[in-house]
């Protein structure tokens, strides 16, 4: 039987096809699987240490409305991230084509970037608020984990994303109530005077402290709207800086467009929340302060925020002229679209990133992460927790959640002392947001000794616990009042070894009253058990004293503090520190001060490194061809202004030296001028896109 003289050739043909599939499927396989295990483990690290803090934190936004913008930055990061998931991906597979290839220093300065992180993390769980301290040494610690698994280079592209890790660090309670009670203020006389020009008789009150808008209604009936903290707009103010600077940077023109992007968001917020305030107000005076208070208050915050992101994207796009899309587009290349070279990932002539050719893990790259995962490993061990966890030893939200009169087990009893429940303060619980504010008192049997006050704050998040020397000094003159009290004493002390507890010690005396008072808080976690569940909540806990005379201060202090250790002790801890942790805590200010010395150390020798390798190029230089000098010259200028592309290097060259060069000699001039160190080629990224460009080491 006679077979076709065309048959073994097609036979072959699908031979080679299913061979070049297979290798295809198998670098797609390999690349694939190096990349998700370096990205894979810069996030795993980043999550597995940073986890308990980034708990609380999502926690804290769930129930406090003054942190709840965090539960859009992690979208918010990982838009970040994709937008320039090109250039990311070209520059983690192609090592060897990024600025700090060779510099072995990169390593050891991304390791002391993360030593100094980690101690101050450390040093932060030794305060009265870890959680703040926690969270800001997480980009510090994400820039040093990029230098340390990659380079310079990645870190350069992920720069703002780092950078816009700080709006995950809660917001300080002191600039809330600094700042909101400035914008209350006005936003109230604001909204009343627009209120009295449209014919509704409106009057502001400060008699407790927050402005209320009295309005006399047409029936002679009065409607009264308390313009507190929340009302202010400083909330609709932070989330509005997080969206202004997002926009901002994804804004592609000047800079300063996006500097104007950002401070047009800031004023553009607080109009629309006293517009708000002001429909509220005329809701009020039409129709009732029930409806005012619950149907559109409810709706108005988020409709306006919504109605303002509209206006400030229209703001940039109709007024500023600028665009979120890339402005640039690509030129046609013949070599691109011809694809001459299969093997190369970049195209010759005008450098754009034409394909993956696949990317191996070299046996540095594994030194790299087992180092890192060991040391993760070793961190975890001796971790020491963000707050005492604590037992408590009733079932306190029960009679909270039944209205009952609350047990006094929750303290323990004390010699010669009788402890009772006093009250129950639900205005303050109502006004803050908290699950219980219980007011209880030791009273000594020695009539000559003076009474202790406890107060026990019980909520959700910490926002809602409030600061004494805040509350006293810093509030009044926020509001252009005198201080209420004059402050005789502040110190942090350490009431308990393991778990170690800070508590903060504050002696004052009254203004009005002329009395002193001295007062020791803290706070915990504390787990308690409600309809047969285990709920944690935070909690603060106040001892004070008014002593008789000024003199008995400090004997004062030194009472509260053994009630405090006592009440520490009775709360049992679920979870002790190692004895590692607390040496390591006790000393972290001066290890990380260590790390960061050796850090300012090696920065400074790693420049006078390069400036060494640098003049002895240009011994090199004076020795090489005129014509390598030209083109070496025509790099330095063009590097400069433009994109230093083998075409537009031609073009300069052309340019400056009035004399032609064909793109293969121009090729292999450079390749020479590359063996001896005298230029290099790079990544840049042009609107988040990878290109390949020459770079000159001499100018």
Not at 283 to 294: F, P, S
Not at 470 to 492: H, R
Request: glycine fraction near 4%; hydrophobic fraction near 45%; aromatic fraction near 10%.
């Amino acid at each position: 039987m006679a077979y076709p003289t065309s048959a073994p050739h097609g036979a072959h043909a699908v031979h080679k096809l299913d061979s070049s599939v297979i290798t295809s499927k198998i670098r797609f396989d390999r690349t694939t699987l190096m990349m998700s295990l370096k990205i894979g483990s810069l996030v795993s690290f980043l999550l597995i240490l940073y986890a308990q803090d980034l708990f609380a934190v999502f926690t804290e936004s769930l129930s406090d409305e003054a942190s709840s913008y965090v539960l859009v930055i992690p979208l918010f990061l990982a838009y970040l991230v994709y937008r320039k998931r090109k250039i990311l991906n070209t520059i983690i597979q192609n090592p060897s084509l990024t600025d700090f290839r060779k510099d072995k220093m990169v390593f050891l300065c991304g390791v002391l970037l993360c030593a100094t992180s980690v101690f101050l993390y450390w040093y932060g769980s030794y305060t009265f608020d870890p959680l703040e301290i926690h969270m800001l040494t997480l980009p510090i610690f994400t820039a040093g984990l990029i230098i340390a698994l990659f380079d310079y280079a990645l870190l350069r592209q992920l720069a703002f994303s780092i950078f816009f890790m700080i709006f995950l660090v809660p917001p300080r309670a002191q600039l809330l109530y600094g700042v909101g009670s400035v914008l209350s203020l006005t936003s109230a006389n604001i909204s009343a005077a627009i209120m009295n020009l449209l014919g509704m008789s409106s009057t502001i009150s400060l008699e407790t402290g927050t402005p209320i808008v009295v309005m006399t209604r047409p029936d002679q009936t009065t409607a009264s709207f308390g313009i507190d903290i929340s009302c202010s707009g400083i909330h609709g103010l932070i989330t509005f800086v997080v969206l202004s600077i997002f926009l901002a940077y994804l804004v592609r023109d000047k800079p300063w467009k996006k500097i104007a992007l950002v401070l047009t968001g800031l004023p553009l917020i607080y109009v629309l929340n006293i517009l708000r305030i002001s429909t509220l107000l005329a809701v009020g005076y039409n129709y009732g302060e029930d409806i005012a208070q619950t149907l559109f208050h409810s709706i108005s915050g988020l409709a306006f925020t919504f109605v303002g992101a509209l206006i400030l994207i229209l703001v940039a796009q109709k007024l500023l002229k600028t665009n979120f899309s890339k402005t640039q587009t690509p030129q046609g290349c013949q070599n691109c679209s011809s694809s001459q070279d299969v093997k190369s990932s970049f195209c010759q002539s005008c450098g754009k990133h034409l394909r993956n050719t696949g990317m191996k893990l070299l046996k540095n790259d594994v030194a790299k992460i087992v180092t890192v995962a060991a040391i993760i490993v070793l961190l975890l061990l001796v971790q020491a927790p963000i707050s005492a966890l604590v037992k408590a030893p009733t079932n306190l939200l029960d009679q909270l959640r039944l209205e009952q009169e609350p047990s006094t087990s929750i303290l323990p009893q004390v010699r010669n002392c009788s402890l009772q429940f006093e009250y129950r303060d639900t205005e303050f619980e109502q006004q803050t947001g908290q699950d219980g504010t219980l007011t209880y008192s030791y009273t000594p049997a020695d009539p000559s000794q003076d009474k202790i006050w406890i107060v026990l704050e019980i909520a959700d998040g910490t926002s809602t616990l409030h600061d004494w020397a805040y509350c006293l000094i810093t509030w009044p003159l926020n509001q252009g009042e005198e201080a209420s009290v004059t402050q005789l004493n502040l110190k942090d002390v350490q009431i308990t070894q393991n778990p170690p507890l800070i508590a903060r010690v504050f002696a004052f005396r009254w203004n009005r009253y002329n009395n002193t008072q001295v007062v020791v808080y803290w706070r915990e976690t504390l787990a308690f058990t409600s309809n047969n569940e285990t709920q944690q909540k935070n909690v603060q806990v106040n001892l004070s004293i008014y002593p008789n005379q000024p003199e008995q201060i400090t004997q004062t202090e030194d009472t509260l503090q053994k009630l405090a250790e006592s009440i520490a002790v009775y709360w049992e801890p679920l979870r002790t520190w190692t004895p590692v942790a607390l040496l390591l805590s006790k000393n972290a200010n001066i290890l990380a001060a260590s790390s960061t010395a050796a850090l300012a150390l090696v920065i400074p020798l790693e420049v006078l490194k390069k400036r060494y390798k640098k003049a002895g190029r240009k011994a090199v230089y004076i020795k090489i061809a005129d014509e390598d000098k030209r083109i070496l010259a025509a790099l330095g200028q063009l590097q400069r202004k433009n994109l230093s592309t083998p075409d537009n290097l031609k073009h300069a060259f052309q340019t400056l030296n009035n004399l032609d060069i064909d793109e293969q000699t121009l090729e292999t001039r450079l390749q020479e001028l590359s063996k001896i160190g005298l230029a290099h080629q790079t990544i840049r990224s042009v609107e988040d896109d990878p290109v390949l460009v020459w770079k000159t080491s001499i100018f």
